[in-house]
């Protein structure tokens, strides 16, 4: 008697959304993390200097380098003066922030509506950091979600110069498509200030506005579910561009489809997105804390542990050298030197929460559409493809040429003498 054979169970065909899983492997992909590493540089240094413009808020400090969101984890201990309760919940609060960090300019934004009065200088400000924010991950987060999806549809290690090169030609395309929805989200406020100020007419203005409320409120009711939309949808838009090499429209359109016509499956795949990228941010910050701390130790075997001290401090929690310096105080040129390795390796474990971010947006993506139109996952632009010159199967020769008829049988050789 037979036993039949036991197929084993295909979890990737009934829970589709298993395939986020692949967002890991993609994400360490050397060249994502490259691109993510010099889109935060870029970034910070450009947000250094809109902190410096005349119109910039004041504040006390200027903005923080990327290195310094590395300050990992649970496992470095304790922040004094906080009981261990909120230590908890200050580092979920900040691995959460790491794992959607390009998003959060939108949402500053988003508060500017919903806070109090904000003077002319601010708005201008925020206005100014949410475009150097479109521009920036325009480019370096247009080429690591073109990496991701030649990645995940074909499984291909696409090129680092062809994944900038697209993303700089469709650089237009990448930035205004999350203009579409601010755009209307302006002329709705618009129209509800054009409002108020009719309500500043003496005696029938206030009764205007009182039978007009409720245009009001579905204004209102729009800009919010534009705004969440337009948070949600951004990275949507970046990955539809990055995979189907289309336009802005196409794909405003298309992220505001998939997630209007399939919203249930687009708050689980991001649920999933975000815990298990919660999970990795914090994996590859212990890791790189235990890499750098055994570096030390297994040169301190050699060296000293004073020398070492000397060149940096331990723990490294925010992989930047403290007291490190001679007996004078002064920082010298070898703990400088140490100090950028420790930076570099602190942005590349930052970075890794970029590339994350971007690849499982662009699987997210891949999962909607798959879900709306039924669309294959190898289905991904690929680049003009050269149409191969062959000879016409049938039809009439061109000119005065004749027609040469071809048997349609394999030509047999003749035999050998014998």
Not at 38 to 51: E, M, N, P, R, T
Not at 81 to 103: I, K, T
Not at 174 to 181: D, G, K, N, V
Request: contains cysteine; charged residues 15%; hydrophobic residues 55%.
């Amino acid at each position: 008697m037979t036993v039949p054979s036991q197929r084993p169970i295909d979890y990737a065909h009934y829970l589709p959304w298993t395939r986020l899983f692949r967002s890991l492997r993609i994400a360490t992909d050397p060249r994502k993390l490259l691109l993510a590493a010099i889109g935060l540089l870029v970034f910070w240094c450009g947000d250094a200097a809109l902190s410096r413009l005349p119109f910039a808020p004041p504040t006390d400090a200027p903005p923080a380098p990327p290195w310094n969101a590395a300050a990992p984890a649970l496992l470095l201990g304790r922040d004094d003066g906080l009981p261990s309760q909120f230590q908890v919940v200050s580092h979920l609060r900040s691995l959460s922030q790491r794992v959607v960090e390009p998003v959060r300019p939108l949402l500053a934004m988003g508060g500017m509506l919903v806070g109090g009065e904000k003077s002319w200088s601010e708005v201008a400000y925020l206005w100014t950091r949410l475009f150097w924010t479109l521009a920036v991950w325009s480019i370096f987060g247009g080429a690591i979600a073109r990496l991701a999806a030649l990645e995940f549809a074909r499984d291909e290690r696409g090129g680092l110069v062809a994944a900038v090169t697209f993303s700089l030609r469709r650089f237009l395309s990448l930035f205004s498509a999350p203009l579409l929805p601010i755009a209307g989200i302006l002329i709705l406020s618009a129209c509800c200030a054009a409002g108020g100020l009719i309500g500043q007419i003496i005696y029938i203005g206030p009764w205007i506005v009182a039978a007009a409320w409720g245009l009001f409120a579905v204004a209102a009711l729009l800009v919010v579910l534009s705004g969440i939309a337009l948070a949600v949808g951004w990275p949507l838009m970046v990955a539809a561009v990055a995979t189907e090499d289309s336009d802005a429209f196409d794909g405003f359109s298309r992220a505001f489809s998939y997630l209007y016509s399939r919203p249930w499956l687009a708050v689980w795949c991001g649920l999933v997105a975000i815990t298990l990228g919660m999970l990795l941010v914090a994996a590859v910050d212990t890791l790189a804390v235990t890499v750098q701390a055994i570096a030390s130790r297994m040169v301190a075997t050699g060296m000293g542990d004073a020398a070492v001290d000397r060149l940096h401090a331990r723990p490294p929690r925010y992989f930047a050298p403290v007291h490190a310096g001679d007996a004078t105080g002064a920082i010298t040129v070898p703990a400088r030197i140490v100090s950028v390795w420790l930076a570099l390796l602190a942005t590349i474990a930052v970075g890794f929460a970029v590339s994350y971010f971007w690849s499982a947006a662009t699987v997210i993506y891949f999962l909607l559409r798959r879900a709306d139109d039924g669309t294959d996952f190898d289905d991904v632009w690929l680049g003009e493809v050269e149409d191969d010159d062959l000879l016409p199967l049938a039809g009439i020769a061109a000119g005065d040429q004749p027609v040469v008829e071809r048997s349609h049988l394999p030509t047999v050789p003749p035999p050998a003498n014998v």
